[in-house]
């Protein structure tokens, strides 16, 4: 089997140290909204929200490390790049989509590394996290002591935290939905585990970037042994 290598060590932990504690952090903002759970104490703090707001400060300085010290972060920047940068084949991958989602079976159009739906997707995520940190740094500072923020300032926070939080949801699920249970996009999910995804698969939906990224990217793995023969 032949395969491209798609993303570098540096795009991979970004995305990693970004989405473990985000969905952890989703998890324990949903069970904030329980009150036994909220409840729970360990000496003078609550304890789910202290992972709450422990969780959030880890995701943000993991990003911030990630960004200038990860190996490979010319390659990440590359990545950020292209996520946020509109090109003329867009307007056509949409295209595309909206017929592919009303059952019509098409080959997808040339494509660069990102689709256009993968922007959308990564410009509405990258909204709801900067709102999240923003608002969390406020509720987070305001756990800790009560003498920095105005006690009516820190309410007025607190809707739009959970405004941002709700709007993420949709994103994160169909995300999820696309990496782990669509056959047709599933095959993208090594990408971000090993960095390399199936040739064939990147031909067919990412076919621009593959010719962009010539042969000194491809690889050949050895098909799987059986009863000491290789399987074709």
């Not at 795009?11 to 036994?36: D, I, K, Q």
């Not at 010319?74 to 059952?103: C, E, I, N, S």
């Not at 098409?106 to 923003?134: E, S």
């Amino acid at each position: 089997m032949q395969t491209i290598r798609r993303f570098s060590l540096a795009s991979r932990l970004l995305h990693w140290t970004l989405a473990v504690p985000f969905l952890l952090l989703l998890a324990s903002g949903l069970l904030l909204y329980v009150p036994r759970a909220k409840g729970l104490h360990a000496g003078s703090y609550r304890v789910l929200p202290l992972i709450h707001v422990l969780l959030g400060i880890g995701l943000t300085l993991g990003l911030v490390i990630v960004w200038f010290a990860a190996p490979g972060r010319r390659a990440l920047r590359d990545d950020v790049q292209r996520l946020f940068r509109a090109t003329p084949g867009d307007r056509a991958w949409l295209g595309y989509a909206w017929y592919a989602l009303l059952g019509a079976h098409l080959q997808p159009p040339p494509t660069g590394k990102f689709n256009a739906g993968q922007k959308l997707n990564a410009a509405a995520m990258a909204l709801c996290t900067a709102g999240l940190i923003a608002t969390g740094a406020v509720l987070a500072v305001n756990f800790f002591t009560k003498a920095v923020f105005d006690a009516r300032f820190v309410e007025r926070v607190f809707p739009y935290h959970d405004l941002f939080m709700v709007a993420a949801v949709p994103f994160v699920a169909g995300h999820l939905f696309l990496a782990l249970l669509n056959p047709a996009t599933r095959p993208s999910l090594r990408g971000m585990l090993d960095g390399r995804v199936d040739l064939a698969w990147a031909r067919r939906h990412h076919s621009r970037w593959v010719a962009e990224s010539g042969d000194e990217a491809v690889a050949v793995v050895p098909a799987p042994k059986v009863g000491g023969q290789e399987t074709s």
